[in-house]
């Protein structure tokens, strides 16, 4: 069975300052792929990122960057320079192979709080 | 990325009366969309999977009867809560797979749902 564990259940900081979302996966699959979302307070879902289980290439996106360690089953988020704006629920997910149904398991998410 | 709109944003019906929800992919053809449902600071329970001309994938646990679910074309997909009750007020989110071959989901605006 698939799992995703964000420990993480609110964080907050102040604007500018750096903040890591931690992410950790269990998964029997050998192909899967890792996913990022944020929910800001208007309800939509906005997709960051995806991440191919053969593809453990740290990335960079403006402010935000993430690294995906096999090892550990961790595919962790950092905002860099936090606004108010990156204020949200931010959601981890894992979805397995191709054919295997695209569902996508989701961890119980973060609430970040970026005050000024 | 894909655009998927629902429809309403919200809704607000009295117990016993059926309400409609609609999942439109407006640039793209999805033949297959999903139907979560989400409480208040809580991650997304996928109910259901559904595939263009096909019945739907009800997830454990969820009633077939009770959430019809309509997927009669490749942009539209609906989710019908019948004989609603207080206990079904919930945010309820669609969404696509965005072009064939896709990881990653898009998510509609979701429909918040108050049943009096």
């Known amino acids: 069975a698939q799992k995703v564990t964000q420990a993480q259940t609110e964080i907050s900081v102040v604007e500018k300052e750096d903040v890591t979302l931690d992410c950790v996966y269990e998964t029997r699959d050998t192909t899967y792929y890792l996913f990022w979302y944020k929910q800001p307070p208007s309800g939509e879902l906005v997709f960051l990122i995806r991440r191919n289980s053969f593809d453990e290439q740290n990335e960079i996106s403006g402010r935000y960057s993430w690294n995906f360690q096999k090892s550990t089953s961790s595919f962790n988020f950092t905002i860099t320079a936090s606004q108010v704006v990156d204020s949200a629920v931010y959601f981890c997910a894992l979805k397995g192979p191709p054919g295997g149904g695209n569902k996508l398991t989701f961890g119980t998410g973060t609430q970040l709080k970026v005050e000024l | ?116």
């Open chain 2, 1 to 116: 990325g894909a655009v998927v709109s629902q429809h309403p944003s919200w809704v607000i019906c009295k117990s016993g009366t059926s309400v409609k929800i609609e999942c439109r992919s407006l640039d793209f053809q999805a033949t297959t969309m999903f139907w979560y449902r989400q409480f208040p600071k809580q991650s997304l329970m996928l109910m259901a999977t559904s595939n263009e001309g096909s019945k739907a994938t009800y997830e454990q646990g969820v009633e077939k009867d009770k959430f019809l679910i309509n997927h009669a074309s490749l942009t539209l997909s609906t989710l019908t809560v019948t004989s609603a009750h207080p206990e079904d007020s919930s945010f309820y989110i669609c969404s696509s797979l965005g072009t064939s071959g896709a990881h990653e989901q898009y998510f509609g605006p979701g429909t918040r749902l108050t049943v009096t």
